[in-house]
C-alpha cells in the first residue's frame, strides 16, 4: 500500500517560470518529510526538508509547502533551470518509530530552455 | 572524500545464481539501508541496519540477505529465491537512527540484469 504518492509521473516547465511538484500522503503520523533530486543512473541527493512543526521551509530557488490537514505538500522551484530537469521523489517518515522512509514513485521534471 | 560507494555499477549474472552487492561508506554513520528501484515505482525499501551486527526487514525483504559485520559495510545478496532480481540497487546511511531524523546519503546505484 502506498502511502507516499506522487500523482504527476512527469511535468514540463519552461525556463525561468516556477516548477509545482506535489506530493499526498495517507499516514497522519508522518511528522518529517523530504524532497530527493535523481539524476539517471545515479543515486538520489537531498534537497531540503520539513518538520510537521513547520509549514514552509525555503532554501535559495527551492521552498517545500506542507498542509498537514489536507496531508500534502509541495516544492516549489523558481526559477526553473534546465539543470533542475531531474526526477524529485518526495519521502515521509515517522521520527520517534525510527528512520524508515517511505518514498513517493517520482515525478519527472524537464525545464526547457 | 567522504562518501557511500557501491560497487560494481553494473552487474550482469545468470539466472538461478546468487549475487552479493556491495556498499561502503566512510562517513561514520551508524544506520544504513538499502532500497531497490524499478521503473515507475519510487524507492522500497528492502533491509536497513541501526547498528553493527543487527539488521531489520523492510518492506520487500524477500529473497535478499544482508550482513552487517562491519560500521563501514552493509553488503546486500540478491539470492535465487528472489523473483524478479533485475533492477537498480541503491544503498543509503544516516548519522543515526531512532529518535530522531536525520537525512539519508545515496551511494550512486547498482544496475543489476540478471539473464
Known amino acids: 500500500d502506498q502511502q507516499v504518492k506522487q500523482n504527476s509521473p512527469s511535468l514540463s516547465v519552461q525556463e525561468g517560470r516556477i516548477s509545482i511538484l506535489n506530493c499526498d500522503y495517507t499516514n497522519s503520523m508522518f511528522d518529517y518529510f523530504l524532497w530527493y533530486k535523481k539524476y539517471p543512473a545515479e543515486g538520489p541527493t537531498f534537497l531540503i526538508s520539513?518538520?510537521?512543526?513547520?509549514d514552509k521551509n525555503e532554501d535559495g530557488r527551492f521552498t517545500v509547502f506542507l498542509n498537514k490537514s489536507a496531508k500534502h505538500l509541495s516544492l516549489h522551484i523558481v526559477p526553473s533551470q534546465p539543470g533542475d530537469s531531474a526526477v524529485y521523489f518526495c519521502?515521509?517518515?515517522?521520527?520517534?518509530?525510527?528512520?524508515?522512509?517511505?518514498f513517493g514513485t517520482g515525478t519527472s521534471l524537464t525545464v526547457i530552455p | 572524500d567522504g562518501g557511500i560507494t557501491q560497487s560494481p555499477k553494473y552487474l550482469f549474472r545468470k539466472e538461478g545464481q546468487n549475487v552479493t552487492l556491495s556498499c561502503e561508506q566512510n562517513?561514520?554513520?551508524?544506520?544504513m539501508y538499502w532500497y531497490r528501484q524499478d521503473p515507475g515505482q519510487g524507492l522500497r525499501l528492502i533491509y536497513y541496519?541501526?547498528?553493527?551486527?543487527?539488521?531489520q526487514k523492510g518492506d520487500i525483504a524477500e529473497g535478499y540477505s544482508v550482513s552487517r559485520e562491519k560500521k563501514e559495510s552493509f553488503p546486500l545478496t540478491v539470492t535465487s529465491a528472489q523473483k524478479n532480481p533485475t533492477a537498480f540497487y541503491l544503498c543509503a546511511s544516516s548519522i543515526k537512527s531512532g529518535g530522531s531524523t536525520d537525512t539519508q546519503y545515496f551511494g550512486p546505484g547498482t544496475r543489476l540484469t540478471v539473464l
Open positions: 541496519s541501526q547498528i553493527v551486527n543487527d539488521f
Open positions: 519521502a515521509a517518515v515517522i521520527q520517534h518509530t525510527g528512520n524508515q522512509f517511505y
Open positions: 520539513i518538520s510537521s512543526i513547520k
Open positions: 562517513l561514520n554513520h551508524d544506520a
